[in-house]
């Protein structure tokens, strides 16, 4: 699966709309992931319109790029929807990776900005959006088309070191 390979985090994009088949398909990606005794917690808050997108860029000062990105998600984990109350950050995490393979699959750029554990990012959305206490907030993506340059590429991260085989 060469975007696994390929796959970069993509933090500067075209100003081009990305379009709603393409939206579409990264929310199917994201609905796709295993998650723990199959309990899928996630639901998702797409975001376009400027001023909305300018909102969530304040979560933190490494969020800044998602007032210039065309689409957001949000992500947040439904405590109603988990059966165990465990591993949801798990779950949430093989979404949030499954959405930026499927993006880098469908030529666009995307960079997860990380919220939850940290109190204050997670507060910040609850209040933007005005989510209950069962809601909690994971992660947003920043998705968009790469601007020149930016593109995902292949880097070699392999290191054969960090191998060990049958004992440590
Ligand atoms: C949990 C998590 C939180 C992250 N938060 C941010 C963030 O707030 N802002 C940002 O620009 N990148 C963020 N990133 C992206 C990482 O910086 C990036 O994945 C890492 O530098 C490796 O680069 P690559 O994604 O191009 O392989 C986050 C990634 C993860 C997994």
């Avoid at 109350?85 to 499927?102: C, P």
């Avoid at 933007?128 to 069962?134: A, C, I, W």
Wanted: with cysteine; glycine share 6%; hydrophobic share 40%.
């Amino acid at each position: 699966m060469d975007v696994i390979f390929t796959r970069r985090s993509v933090r500067r994009y075209k100003k081009q709309v990305v379009e709603q088949e393409k939206i579409e398909k990264l929310l199917k990606a994201g609905m796709q992931a295993p998650s723990a005794a199959n309990q899928q917690p996630w639901e998702f808050i797409v975001v376009q319109k400027q001023e909305n997108l300018d909102k969530l860029a304040g979560i933190s000062a490494y969020s800044k790029m998602v007032a210039d990105a065309p689409l957001a998600i949000v992500l947040v984990g439904n405590e109603d929807r988990m059966r165990l109350q465990l591993h949801w950050e798990q779950d949430m995490a093989a979404a949030t990776q499954n959405i930026l393979l499927e993006a880098a699959h469908l030529g666009l750029g995307a960079v997860w900005l990380g919220v939850a554990p940290i109190k204050e990012r997670m507060d910040y959305i609850s209040e933007l959006y005005g989510l209950k206490k069962r809601l909690k907030p994971f992660c947003v993506i920043s998705i968009g088309y790469p601007e020149e340059g930016q593109e995902n590429k292949f880097v070699d991260r392999y290191d054969p070191d960090r191998v060990h085989n049958e004992t440590y």
